[in-house]
């Protein structure tokens, strides 16, 4: 499992842990790091001092390198664009916009940059802008999404730019990572598998709803408001559901799935909280630790390449 993702990135597997919002604090992006990829501390809504902190308190905790994601919505982003700077993180990665007025300072610093796309043509423009390489991220993804999926966004997008395409959205063992190298792509981002890693501080009743959840238990909210979220069905879903189809104003809308997340996150409310997942998460089965899942997806990938290689399918 070599390729430019693991050279460029200074690691030792091109596995990438999505930087969500709340979920991925700095346990758990050192717990990955640690164990041969790339952890990802995501500033989410969160104030720039925290993300200052967070960093701060990994860098006690591993001496791997690791990345942190800005959520571009953020009112901080521009103070966090600078914490990263300030604080010599080596990989940013993007979300929900368009980094490029962050790029010069992040690129004078050193600083390896990955924006999330959704679309060919965004990730044209951030490979023109200077970007590292793209994270393609497809709509079976949690959380804030586009519209195409990944079987059909990662090809398009590694046949349009010539730096390296990370996969996300859909990916949860070694066959999606396997099918995500046949498309194209040099690395893979995976986000629900880790929600429930042992290193992952989110609440135990986050945890067992996702590992609970079927193929059919996924949902999208806010489509009509043009900020689509996948989340697990549940109250707190049927009730934007119903509040969108009766018009309700986009700030309302926002305002009710932000908070929500935090409530499902951090106190365990499953029911009017917003747990989001990827549509892959009916895979997901059991908590284990980032060692345990970063070795199985390994040995699984290469078990799929060797036999498919050596043509003993
Ligand atoms: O950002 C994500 N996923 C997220 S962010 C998030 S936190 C949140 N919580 C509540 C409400 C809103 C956000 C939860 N999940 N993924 C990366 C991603 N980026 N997916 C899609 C995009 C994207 C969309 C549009 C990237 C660029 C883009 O460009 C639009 C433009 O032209 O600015």
């Known amino acids: 499992m070599k390729t430019r993702v693991n050279e460029l990135l200074g690691i030792k597997y091109p596995i990438i842990q999505g930087g969500m919002a709340w979920v991925a604090e700095y346990h758990l992006a050192a717990a990955v790091s640690n164990a041969g990829g790339l952890g990802i501390i995501g500033a989410g809504g969160a104030p720039a001092e925290f993300v200052r902190e967070q960093i701060r308190k990994a860098k006690e905790v591993t001496n791997q390198p690791f990345g942190v994601n800005i959520m571009l919505m953020n009112p901080e982003a521009d103070a966090i664009a600078k914490v990263i700077v300030d604080e010599g993180v080596k990989v940013v990665t993007t979300g929900a916009g368009n980094p490029a007025k962050y790029m010069e300072m992040w690129k004078a610093a050193g600083v390896k940059v990955i924006p999330v796309i959704a679309s060919v043509a965004m990730a044209k423009m951030m490979e023109r802008g200077g970007a590292d390489a793209v994270v393609a991220e497809g709509m079976e993804s949690g959380g804030h999404i586009g519209s195409t999926t990944t079987m059909a966004l990662v090809p398009q997008v590694a046949d ?101 997340l935090r409530k499902a996150v951090m106190e365990g409310d499953v029911v009017n909280g917003s747990v989001m997942a990827g549509q892959i998460a009916g895979l997901v089965k059991k908590e284990q630790t980032c060692q345990e899942i970063i070795d199985e997806l390994v040995s699984e990938t290469e078990e799929l390449f060797g036999r498919d290689m050596l043509g003993n399918s």
């Open 160 to 260: 349009a730019v010539s730096i390296p395409v990370i996969a996300a959205g859909g990916i949860a063992d070694g066959r999606g990572v396997a099918a995500a190298f046949m498309l194209g792509a040099e690395g893979v981002q995976m986000g629900t598998r880790f929600v429930v890693a042992k290193e992952s501080i989110v609440h135990s009743n986050y945890k067992e709803r996702l590992i609970k959840a079927r193929d059919i238990d996924s949902e999208v909210t806010g489509m009509s408001t043009g900020h689509p979220i996948r989340v697990l069905r549940n109250q707190m879903s049927r009730q934007y559901l119903k509040l969108e189809k009766e018009g309700a104003g986009l700030e309302e809308l926002e305002q009710l799935t932000l908070g929500s």
